[in-house]
T-cell receptor, first 113, second 114 residues
Framework: KQEVTQIPAALSVPEGENLVLNCSFT??????LQWFRQDPGKGLTSLLL?????REQTSGRLNASLDKSSGRSTLYIAASQPGDSATYLC????????????FGDGTTLTVKP | DAGITQSPRHKVTETGTPVTLRCHQT?????MYWYRQDPGHGLRLIHY???????DKGEVSDGYSVSRSKTEDFLLTLESATSSQTSVYFC?????????????FGPGTRLTVT
């Protein structure tokens, strides 16, 4: 059974800092890994998706990396802003036709002005 | 944004009553999923569908049933609601293997069972 762990559970940083969120998974037989953002009381917004054959993806100030062999992914946020405050979830999708996803519990990020 | 709607958005119901949540998509995607999210946790898969009338169980399917009679609609039913089913329910869609792999999520339904 796939298990996904996100560390730390919560993180508080001053505005402008660069930061890294971590995601680890136990079964390396994945199809892809997706990072989401969730604001309080809201739904999930997809940030980045990394296919199993890829090493990283970038979008603006966000960079996600994937090391499938070690079961790890990181989400790097450059020059953090108060608007980045949210919960960040990672999800790994299995490589069956069903494409079922297993989620971590998330990292809640607070960026202080 | 992907065309996914969920109804109702909020519902309060009593223990023992049946409840049906609806997920509607306008994208004609093959795969549809129901997840639940409890406070401080990620999402857990309840049931999923890979086509009309084709469904299967997820990680936490006990106490839930689903139906998909049309491509665009995926219904989640709590046959007899319990307090442990108080949660936020999210629907997600994904194209078939020939399409992009991302899952897109609906806005969620907040269900309270008293």
């Amino acid at each position: 059974k796939q298990e996904v762990t996100q560390i730390p559970a919560a993180l508080s940083v001053p505005e402008g800092e660069n930061l890294v969120l971590n995601c680890s998974f136990t079964d390396s037989a994945i199809y892809n890994l997706q990072w989401f953002r969730q604001d309080p009381g809201k739904g999930l917004t997809s940030l980045l998706l990394i296919q199993s054959s890829q090493r990283e993806q970038t979008s603006g100030r966000l960079n996600a990396s994937l090391d499938k062999s070690s079961g790890r992914s990181t989400l790097y946020i450059a020059a953090s802003q108060p608007g980045d405050s949210a919960t960040y979830l990672c999800a790994v999708q299995d490589n069956t036709n069903a494409g079922k996803s297993t989620f971590g519990d998330g990292t809640t990020l607070t960026v202080k002005p | 944004d992907a065309g996914i709607t969920q109804s109702p958005r909020h519902k309060v119901t009593e223990t023992g009553t049946p409840v049906t949540l609806r997920c509607h998509q306008t994208e004609n995607h093959r795969y549809m999923y129901w997840y639940r999210q409890d406070p401080g946790h990620g999402l857990r898969l309840i049931h999923y569908s890979y086509g009309v009338k084709d469904t299967d169980k997820g990680e936490v399917s006990d106490g839930y049933s689903v139906s998909r009679s049309k491509t665009e609609d995926f219904l989640l039913t709590l046959e007899s609601a319990t307090s442990s089913q108080t949660s936020v329910y999210f629907c997600a869609i994904r194209p078939g293997l020939e399409g992009a792999p991302e899952q897109y999520f609906g806005p969620g339904t907040r269900l309270t069972v008293t």
